[in-house]
């Protein structure tokens, strides 16, 4: 079992940049593909950014393309993801999770388990 950890969330303007992190312990980290997933109040789970094992391979939502980037250090167990260009429609809490057995650029929330408990991200207009 993987236990995931994020960090980094807070209030910024619309145009800003936060970095999340998200700290790993338990089994082998680099192991597993990672993804980060987003929910809205009143809103379902959704996608945001996957990375495969070693970070050679990362894969993006539409809305997010081109604003936020998904990394991660094996060294350091960590993840991050770097979000530029926030906007309002951002806001929500965001979650790091570990790709449990799906294809490893799956968007599914179900092929994701360990996940963290959230970190809380709120852009104002």
């Known amino acids: 079992q993987v236990q995931l950890v994020e960090s980094g969330g807070g209030l910024v303007q619309a145009g800003g940049s936060l970095t999340l992190s998200c700290a790993a312990s338990g089994r082998t980290f680099s192991n597993f593909a990672m993804g980060w997933f987003r929910q809205a109040p009143g809103k379902e789970r959704e996608f945001v950014a996957v990375?495969?094992?070693?970070?050679?391979?990362?894969n993006y939502a539409d809305s997010v393309k081109g604003r936020f980037t998904i990394s991660r250090d094996n060294a350091k167990n960590t993840m991050y993801l770097q979000m530029n260009s926030l906007k309002p429609e951002d806001t929500a809490v965001y979650y790091c999770?570990?790709?449990?057995?799906?294809?490893?650029?799956?968007?599914?929330?179900?092929?994701?388990?360990?996940w963290g408990q959230g970190t809380q991200v709120t852009v104002s207009s």
């Open positions: 990375i495969n094992w070693d970070g050679g391979y990362t």
């Open positions: 999770a570990v790709n449990s057995g799906g294809p490893w650029d799956s968007k599914v929330v179900a092929d994701f388990g360990s």
